[in-house]
């Protein structure tokens, strides 16, 4: 089965807590999609966060399903980027753990039969009061080489995929949602509303905006929800 879920902001109390949303013992078998702003990788190296994140991260290897996220704009890039990148069902990933992986931007990946395509990334509103290498990183939006590789594999898939992950949400949907886009993400807000369009998808989960509710019949803001996939019906 798969799962998902938004922001975790590597709050490891929302693993513990996991079973209580599904009402399902999740097992080898199942996936946990994460919405962007995973956070687990986060503190740089040598700091006692990055050592409290690496005990946290063997703690969540030991737990029998796997977990799959795309980055959000709250991830330590230059520490994601250190880790091996390997081809997993199609697309790109890091692997961090035997059973954490990086999904990484504008990827298809094929799991069980089920197409899932992702999309990472987002400006920080809060960036003015980050610090940059230490809580904030330039990579935090997609770059044209993304985009272009993004293009390229949803062609590929002749534009027809089940599921669409992302961090933040087409630009239609932000303003469905009562909110206003930020200038400085317009560029992947309306990409994201060029796929909305012109790619064919069953479902699409997003984080970013930490909020949970359902805005279309097909598209979804995701939180502290946790929500089984399911080809047709609810969200
Ligand atoms: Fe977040």
């Known amino acids: 089965m798969l799962y998902f879920t938004g922001d975790l902001h590597g709050e490891y109390s929302r693993y513990l807590c996991l079973e209580r949303y599904t009402g399902e013992k999740l097992t080898g078998d199942?996936?946990?999609?994460?919405?962007?702003?995973?956070?687990?990788?986060f503190y740089p190296v040598g700091s006692n966060g990055y050592t409290e994140q690496q005990r946290q991260l063997n703690e969540i290897e030991k737990l029998p399903y796997t977990t799959l996220f795309c980055d959000g704009n709250h991830e330590n890039f230059d520490l994601l980027e250190s880790y091996p990148v390997e081809v997993w069902n199609g697309g790109k990933v890091h692997r961090i753990r035997s059973n954490i992986l990086h999904l990484m931007r504008g990827q298809v990946y094929n799991i069980d039969g089920t197409k899932v395509f992702s999309m990472g990334g987002a400006y920080s509103i809060d960036k003015y009061m980050r610090q940059s290498g230490y809580s904030w990183w330039s990579q935090e939006r997609p770059n044209n080489d993304e985009y272009k590789e993004a293009s390229a594999n949803l062609v590929s898939a002749e534009n027809n995929v089940d599921i669409i992950i992302s961090h933040t949400a087409p630009r239609e949907i932000i303003y469905r949602m009562g909110r206003v886009p930020d200038m400085h993400d317009a560029e992947l807000?309306?990409?994201?509303e060029w796929i909305m369009y012109e790619v064919s998808f069953k479902k699409w989960y997003f984080g970013h905006w930490h909020i949970d509710q359902v805005i279309t019949d097909k598209v979804r803001a995701i939180y502290f929800d946790v929500v089984r996939y399911e080809e047709k019906g609810s969200l």
Request: aromatic share 32%; hydrophobic share 50%.
């Open 30 to 41: 199942d996936f946990l999609f994460v919405c962007g702003d995973y956070g687990f990788l």
């Open 189 to 192: 807000t309306g990409f994201l």
